[in-house]
């Protein structure tokens, strides 16, 4: 059975959606890490910070998983430590304010969370590095065989 809107099947979009996905979550969750490594962009919350801390360190596996998604390179891999940072935040840093999400401000990181799961277990989709490793790595085995 095939998924149709409108008459167009919309199954074939599906790793194209889920490239969509990867890209713009690794994209805020970048400038999440920026935020906190280099203060970029300024004014936003909480800034700079100094490296040798929790948000220092947080700053370091968002800059790096979101680049690494972006690219889609170790994607799952990234997207499982990402995913893992932002349990740990929530749990730290959100939760202890309040049972609610929309109270201590935690709905980013369990979105975050819960996307990257996903693309840990999904993969990347199209459009990404891992892809092309992957296809280079058949061609290899199927010219020596």
């Not at 969750?29 to 801390?53: D, I, M, N, R, Y």
């Not at 959100?94 to 993969?123: K, M, R, T, W």
């Amino acid at each position: 059975m095939t998924s149709q809107i409108s008459g167009v099947n919309v199954t074939r979009l599906a790793p194209y959606a889920l490239a969509v996905l990867r890209i713009m979550a690794a994209a805020l969750f970048l400038e999440h890490g920026l935020v906190k490594l280099v203060g970029f962009p300024s004014g936003a919350s909480p800034g700079e910070q100094p490296l040798v801390t929790l948000l220092g360190l947080a700053g370091v596996i968002e800059t790096v998983t979101g680049a690494l998604m972006i690219l889609g390179l170790f994607t799952r891999s990234a997207a499982l430590i990402a995913a893992g940072e932002m349990a740990v935040a929530y749990w730290l840093y959100h939760a202890p304010h309040s049972f609610y999400p929309a109270v201590n401000s935690g709905d980013a990181a369990i979105l975050f969370c819960f996307v990257f799961l996903y693309i840990s277990v999904a993969g990347p989709g199209v459009l990404s590095l891992d892809g092309l490793r992957h296809r280079s790595s058949l061609e290899k085995r199927v010219s020596n065989a």
